[in-house]
């Protein structure tokens, strides 16, 4: 916060009552327990008592240890925000490095035609799962946080990282337990691929951020079910892997169901609805 308002706000402390108001008023979505402290002019350890009635009438959310969110009153009935309107300033808060994936990535794409009931974060270090009003919010310790392409995404508080169109395409590839199986994990590829220009020079970019067999995933699905141009560049990348053969789900065991042209062992029969 604000150095300036702090040291206001210690000069002329701010009722317990008002001060959600005073922080949405004041265009400020997110305090710690010391700056709470400070504008209240209490002890840092009487904050959490202070702020236990102001939480059971949901106009202000804890959603980590220290780390205090003022609800606007179109939130109060859910109990909370959505989590992607402080998701940054929590991770920030966390110093954790992080962006939004999977379902919750594609439908901020554009390309998920079911709502998805989770809130997919990855993030540098173990964060816990946790649930806050409507959010259920699920959190994927990834090594390479920071080396995806991510674009900022603007939300009422400010703007939040999320997975490229490309990143995203080949980690529901990857993860495909995450996204409901192999089914959505095609159908959220298909409908990636039609939100934009041709994206196989980014898929092609970002190929050597996910295990082979991702990349070999999404050209398969990509060949057989869109008109996508230019996977020849993506078959090519995905001959050159000391791993020579892939399967297109990690469910099943190998069958004899090889296209050489991928090097993907088909053993699951994919029926994308979209």
């Excluded at 050209?219 to 993506?234: A, H, V």
């Amino acid at each position: 916060m604000n150095a300036i308002i702090l040291q206001n706000t210690a000069k002329n402390p701010i009722k317990a009552t008002d001060i959600v108001s005073w922080l949405l008023s004041h265009g400020i979505s997110a305090v710690t327990t010391k700056e709470l402290a400070v504008m209240l002019g209490i002890p840092g350890n009487h904050v959490r008592q202070r702020m236990a009635p102001i939480t059971k009438r949901n106009e202000i959310i804890s959603p980590a240890r220290g780390l205090w969110v003022p609800v606007p009153y179109e939130y109060r009935l859910w109990g909370a925000p959505e989590a992607i309107y402080y998701i940054d300033q929590m991770m920030c808060y966390l110093e954790t490095d992080y962006y939004i994936g999977w379902l919750s990535a594609a439908d901020i794409l554009g390309a998920s035609h079911h709502a998805p009931q989770v809130f997919q974060v990855a993030a540098s270090k173990a964060v816990s799962n946790r649930e806050i009003g409507r959010s259920r919010m699920q959190f994927y310790k990834r090594e390479n946080v920071g080396a995806l392409p991510v674009f900022r995404y603007k939300t009422q508080t400010g703007f939040v990282k999320v997975s490229s169109r490309a990143a995203t395409m080949l980690s529901v590839a990857n993860d495909m337990s995450i996204v409901s199986g192999p089914d959505n994990a095609a159908n959220i590829i298909i409908e990636l691929n039609e939100t934009e220009e041709n994206i196989i020079i980014e898929i092609a970019a970002c190929a050597d951020k996910f295990p082979i067999s991702a990349l070999r995933r999404v050209g398969w699905i990509l060949e057989r079910f869109t008109d996508c141009e230019g996977l020849d560049m993506l078959a090519e990348i995905s001959q050159h892997s000391d791993v020579k053969l892939s399967k297109l789900s990690s469910y099943n065991s190998y069958s004899k169901r090889i296209d050489k042209r991928w090097s993907l062992d088909i053993n699951e029969r994919i029926e994308p609805d979209v």
